[in-house]
């Protein structure tokens, strides 16, 4: 009788084979390889699609888990999912697209970039600030209407160690691919838990005070590190474009094919840092509690858990349930919540009578939302 290797992979005939479609199978290139999530631009739970401008006071995140950052004023570029809807690289339909709204000059410590933070439970296994430190690969396509050297950076939570990394861009207003390897940090301090493992940083604009030596391990003091000396400033362009899709982070010296996940999957992974629960009809409740007074209720939910404690926050015609009327709500009081579920209190205008039953509900359209945030 014939055996089979523990981990062996067996082919259609019922043998071992060393490879799969030209890869060899191996813990690293299986599923769960790709560190980044919604790295093909797909959720955009936030926006569905709307422009959002950066702003320094608020720093947004844009599509999901991609924020846009600027250490100072607001407007000097926009993020938009599918900017200037371009075609999109061969096996993608998303991208997220940045267009420079002005000609911005500058300053010595000014930055401005596309950040991605990882959970560092995500990267644990990395080893990152030990003598066991992994190498990994950052991959993706990239377009621009601008060419030369440009840069991306990946750091600690901190921002105190980082490796300011440079690709080139050959063409303009064309798709190309892009890998990066980078032997993995044995100093520093890199989180393992549920803060910010590794921050990953996109340039789009940096003084030479945040700058650093490319394409080396440096220690930095915030912000500095988050681009590479002399790259490209896309923000000094005004009309200048960035787009950018397929971007995936995994151990290893080579890149492997990007990793593709149902959607389904890649909402749930977004839903650990954001939920956005919008109308899909009239009156689509969220919750269901009782009435304190008559212009207060206490509501319980659960949801899918989350990467810490949420918090919530409404837009839009919100109102309370009743059995003779539906109050409008005017604010959120205290909030009671764990990782997956809790209550809140909710003020509302007058009506019904304490102790009734109610429903914290979405009254009237889909641009009406209740959201919970647990973001890095």
């Not at 055996?3 to 019922?14: E, L, R, Y």
């Not at 400033?233 to 009309?239: F, I, W, Y």
Request: hydrophobic letters at 35%.
């Amino acid at each position: 009788m014939s055996t089979i290797a523990v981990n062996a992979i067996t082919d259609a005939s019922g043998g071992n084979t060393a490879s799969i479609n030209g890869a060899t199978p191996t813990n690293d290139n299986l599923m769960g390889r790709n560190r980044v999530i919604n790295g093909a631009m797909e959720i955009d739970q936030r926006n569905a699609g709307a422009s959002v401008n950066c702003n320094s006071a608020t720093n947004p995140y844009t599509l999901d888990r991609w924020r846009a950052v600027a250490s100072t004023g607001s407007g000097q570029y926009s993020v938009q999912q599918n900017a200037g809807s371009v075609t999109s690289p061969a096996g993608f339909t998303n991208y997220l697209g940045v267009t420079s709204l002005a000609a911005t000059s500058v300053g010595t410590n000014d930055y401005f970039n596309i950040r991605y933070p990882i959970e560092g439970l995500n990267v644990a296994d990395l080893g990152w600030g030990t003598a066991n430190a992994k190498t990994v690969t950052l991959s993706f396509w990239v377009r621009s209407s601008l060419t030369g050297t440009f840069s991306v950076s990946l750091m600690n939570g901190a921002n105190t160690r980082g490796y300011p990394a440079t690709y080139t861009i050959s063409s303009a207003n064309t798709w190309e691919y892009k890998t990066i390897t980078i032997a993995g940090d044995t100093t520093g301090t890199w989180l393992t838990n549920n803060n910010t493992g590794i921050d990953i940083f996109f340039n789009l604009g940096a003084g030479s005070s945040v700058s650093g030596t490319a394409n080396s391990w440096g220690t930095f003091t915030f912000p500095a590190g988050r681009a590479a000396t002399s790259s490209v400033q896309v923000v000094g362009t005004n009309g200048a474009t960035f787009y950018i899709t397929g971007v995936q982070l995994e151990t290893g010296s080579v890149a492997t094919s990007f990793e593709r996940r149902s959607y389904g999957q890649e909402l749930a992974l977004c839903q650990r840092y954001y939920q956005k629960y919008t109308g899909v009809s009239n009156y689509s409740a969220f919750g269901c509690g009782r009435q304190k007074t008559t212009t207060s209720s206490r509501i319980a939910a659960t949801y899918p858990t989350m990467r810490a404690v949420p918090t919530m926050s409404y837009s839009g015609v919100i109102a309370m349930d009743m059995p003779s009327s539906a109050p409008l709500v005017t604010s959120l009081g205290n909030q009671y919540f764990s990782l997956s579920s809790g209550f809140i209190d909710v003020n509302h205008a007058s009506g019904g009578a304490v102790g009734y039953g109610v429903f914290f509900q979405i009254q009237t359209s889909s641009s009406d939302f209740i959201a919970l945030a647990a973001e890095l």
